[in-house]
């Protein structure tokens, strides 16, 4: 089985930086996922990670250790519309490839 | 126009009732998910199909049926509601091949049964 695991909430300040964690347990690890989703709303995909190292993309960076079970979902220059839930999913090969989902860090941006 | 579309939107219904989730998708992907997302517990997998005749069952698939009626289409059914069915229900996309197999979300259905 799968064990995901990241905070339940997190508060920060307009244009500050917040870095959500994500751990996981898995025995057949194919690639990490980061969705951002508002609330009532569809989840939209943020970023993509199957190799160590970071990737960025303009304010948002992931970052992956294998080795450690291990990613973050870094948020750069805090925006109010970026209040919203951020989840991990992993995929498994040994899982048939599904995407298991932690179960959500929900940012809480402050003027 | 969006790729992945869902209907209804909000749903009521009573216990014992059949209902069904319709999902549509314009994006040519070949595989189709259901999931279901309960405050605190995250998204869980309910079935998925990775082309119209395959189906799988997911963590969760007791008391629902699934239906692929085109690479297009996919449907989920509650034969019989109950209120622990009551959440909001999202169906997905991916594409086999892709280097990342991304899956896109529709919606969502929030459910309500009574």
């Known amino acids: 089985g799968q064990n995901i695991d990241q905070p339940t909430e997190m508060t920060a300040t307009e244009g500050a930086i917040v870095q959500i964690n994500c751990t996981y347990q898995t025995s057949g690890f194919n690639g990490l996922f980061w969705y951002q989703q508002h609330a009532g709303e569809a989840p939209t995909f943020l970023s993509y990670n199957v190799l160590d190292g970071l990737e960025e993309k303009g304010r948002f960076s992931s970052f992956l250790s294998r080795s450690k079970g291990y990613s973050y979902l870094l948020l750069k220059e805090l925006q109010m519309k970026d209040s919203a839930s951020y989840l991990c999913a992993v995929r498994d090969k040994a899982a048939g490839n599904k995407l298991t989902f932690g179960g959500g860090t929900r940012v809480l941006v402050k003027p | 126009d969006a790729d992945v579309t869902q209907t209804p939107r909000n749903r009521i219904t009573k216990t014992g009732k059949r209902i069904m989730l319709e999902c549509s998708q314009t994006?040519?992907?070949?595989?189709m998910y259901w999931y279901r997302q309960d405050p605190g517990l995250g998204l869980r997998l309910i079935y998925y199909?990775?082309?119209?005749?395959?189906?799988n069952k997911g963590e969760i698939s007791d008391g629902y049926s699934v239906s692929r009626q085109a690479q297009a289409k996919f449907s989920l059914s509650l034969e019989s509601a109950i209120p622990n069915q009551t959440a909001l229900y999202f169906c997905?996309?991916?594409?086999?091949?892709?280097?990342?197999?991304?899956?896109?979300f529709g919606p969502g259905t929030r459910l309500l049964v009574l």
């Open positions: 997905a996309t991916s594409e086999t091949g892709t280097s990342a197999e991304t899956q896109y």
């Open positions: 199909s990775f082309d119209v005749k395959d189906i």
């Open positions: 994006k040519g992907h070949d595989r």
